[in-house]
């Protein structure tokens, strides 16, 4: 069943839920050593991840990256040669209009940014009402999750002193050295792909080797039988351990998750950020470009050692379910969704071909048959004519969309755009249809603000029929595929979906300090949850200003956003210098 939701106090996962990382047993001692104890706490509890109850013990540590790095430098220069655009583009002649609205998101940006940086700068979000910061613990004792999601944006808005700012913090008061228990997704897409993405767009060797030293710390969650990452890992350092941080290093899968299972969205949503990784150190550990070692304390095996455990493992109608064991590598429950638990996942395989520049032809085969399961399987009509993707849990289905699965609308345009062409009209329409039905459950809110969820049930079309899920936090999902879809089609509609947001925005989540989410889209005078998230600058705010902005910004040519809007480079050539 679905975790109880309510509106959450702290920044929230892009697949709604904590999570977990991977397979094999080997010999029931090494298992047993490897797995760790089962999970004592009930599924749908935090507590357990805090309590550490179900902390895996990895067979060894892993060792640091360093120490492994060939000599090696990036041609950064070389690289920036062979963009096809400009980064913020040409910015040939424009009406007034589309002018006026991007700059009017700009100055959103700049709000946001300077109310974070009076009232909580160097912690992880911004509390808007009460005009203090918030740190959470998704982070593992990490600090100042905004300004390492709102670097980037700040740059390609031409942000020039709110930038400085940014990297200013990053240069003096970014510590790597804690020990916390973190999700290895949210750092790998936030503060990995942040920092990645920074350092492609300017050449400032600080983000770089920052993202080169926390992707070291990230390796040992890759210790399992199996090679699957767990969801949870203690940032100290390995080697360091002692009374007071006796798990450092160490990784283990969330408490709540069924099992002890590692989540499809979580372990597959690395692969970007680790192929640059290793195109920026050299070192083939991230990515698993030189060699296949078999997985082991001394070879941890990289991303692409997932794709081998999920090739290998039988698929339920061709589709891919959100929970499988990292310690024997089967499924451990068949319950398949593109919202929460399994989104970033496929928009990862359609994603990893194009950066490759097409040349990733293993990803491309396993988003064409997930797409053909998920559109043969789970793409409904309703009653009154609108597509959605529903739910799948062991073969019944649940008919309703979450806001975080709106994202599918801009992920099958951008796979249609390269499809063959008896795919290419059917999955542009698809995608057209679908980024439809998550516009009326925006257009059918009185806030015109999308709910977390929506249902296609008892005479309820696009709303959300439940209490828990009437809330909105600033998500990007919705604005995501308006963007691609504009820049696929040019159909104005999609500037004009994106405008009514921004005026919602603006109506009902701005206020004196800030941004803030609301707890029920479905009256004018919403009560706020307190928070702004890291994401909507990162996310929110950027994908509403390139719909403003000429193709040639951040060309899809040339770049590819992982799934924090982090735009990170196609692969056109081999820049090692």
């Known amino acids: 069943t679905d975790l109880p939701r309510s509106p959450p106090a702290a920044a929230e996962p892009r697949h709604a839920s904590p999570a977990a990382p991977r397979r094999l047993r080997e010999k029931l001692r090494t298992a047993a050593r490897m797995a760790g104890p089962p999970a004592r706490t009930a599924p749908g509890s935090r507590q357990q991840v805090q309590g550490g109850e179900s902390r895996a013990q990895p067979a060894s540590a892993a060792p640091p990256a360093r120490e492994t790095r060939a000599p090696f430098r990036f041609d950064y220069e070389r690289f920036r040669r062979s963009l096809r655009h400009p980064v913020r583009g040409g910015r040939p002649g424009e009406d007034p209009e589309t002018r006026a609205r991007r700059m009017k998101i700009k100055e959103m940006m700049k709000f946001a940014w300077d109310n974070y940086k009076q009232y909580a700068l160097g912690k992880n979000e911004l509390r808007p009402l009460t005009k203090n910061g918030h740190i959470g613990n998704m982070f593992g004792g990490l600090r100042g999750a905004t300004v390492i999601d709102a670097l980037d944006t700040l740059y390609i808005m031409e942000l020039e002193e709110e930038f400085q700012e940014a990297k200013e913090w990053v240069e003096k008061s970014f510590d790597l050295n804690v020990n916390g228990e973190a999700s290895l997704f949210e750092v790998n897409i936030r503060y990995i792909g942040g920092l990645l993405a920074t350092y492609y767009l300017t050449g400032e060797e600080v983000f770089k080797s920052k993202a080169l030293e926390l992707g070291e710390k990230l390796l040992p969650a890759f210790n399992t039988p199996t090679g699957i990452p767990r969801g949870v890992i203690n940032l100290g350092r390995q080697g360091t351990r002692s009374l007071f941080s006796p798990c450092s290093g160490m990784s283990w899968s969330w408490g709540w998750a069924s099992a002890g299972s590692s989540i499809l969205a979580e372990f597959g949503t690395l692969h970007l950020e680790f192929l640059h990784l290793s195109e920026l150190s050299g070192n083939p550990v991230f990515a698993e470009k030189a060699s296949n070692p078999q997985p082991g304390p001394l070879h941890p095996p990289g991303v692409m050692n997932i794709r081998r455990v999920l090739n290998r493992v039988e698929k339920p109608q061709g589709l891919y379910p959100n929970f499988l064991s990292p310690v024997t590598g089967s499924w451990v429950q068949h319950h398949v969704s593109i919202g929460g638990l399994g989104d970033s996942f496929y928009e990862y395989l359609i994603k990893s071909w194009l950066m490759s520049d097409k040349k990733d032809s293993e990803a491309k085969k396993m988003y064409d048959d997930a797409l053909e399961a998920i559109e043969k399987h789970l793409v409904k009509k309703s009653a009154g004519g609108l597509t959605y993707i529903a739910e799948w849990r062991g073969g019944i289905l649940d008919h309703k969309m979450g806001h975080l699965a709106c994202f599918s609308g801009g992920m099958i345009a951008l796979g249609a755009e390269h499809a063959a062409e008896e795919r290419r009209q059917r999955h542009m329409e698809l995608a057209a249809e679908i980024t439809s039905t998550c516009h009326e459950s925006y257009a059918r809110s009185d806030t015109k603000l999308g709910p977390e969820a929506f249902r296609f049930d008892a005479g309820s079309e696009a709303m959300a029929t439940r209490l828990s899920e009437r809330y909105y936090i600033l998500r990007p999902e919705v604005v995501e595929s308006y963007m691609y879809l504009w820049r696929l089609t040019h159909d104005p509609k999609y500037r004009h979906w994106g405008w009514e947001v921004v005026?919602?925005?603006?109506?009902?989540?701005?206020?004196?300090?800030?941004?803030?989410?609301?707890?029920?889209?479905?009256?004018?005078?919403?009560?706020?949850?307190?928070?702004?998230?890291?994401f909507f600058l990162a996310e929110t705010l950027k994908y509403l200003y390139l719909l403003f902005c000429e193709d040639d910004v951040l060309s899809l040519e040339d770049w590819v956003f992982n799934t924090e809007a982090h735009p990170l480079p196609i692969n056109h050539t081999d820049f090692k210098a």
């Not at 009902?508 to 941004?515: I, M, N, P, T, Y």
């Open 503 to 534: 005026k919602a925005l603006e109506k009902h989540c701005r206020v004196e300090a800030g941004f803030s989410g609301i707890r029920d889209v479905y009256t004018t005078t919403p009560t706020h949850d307190n928070m702004q998230q890291s």
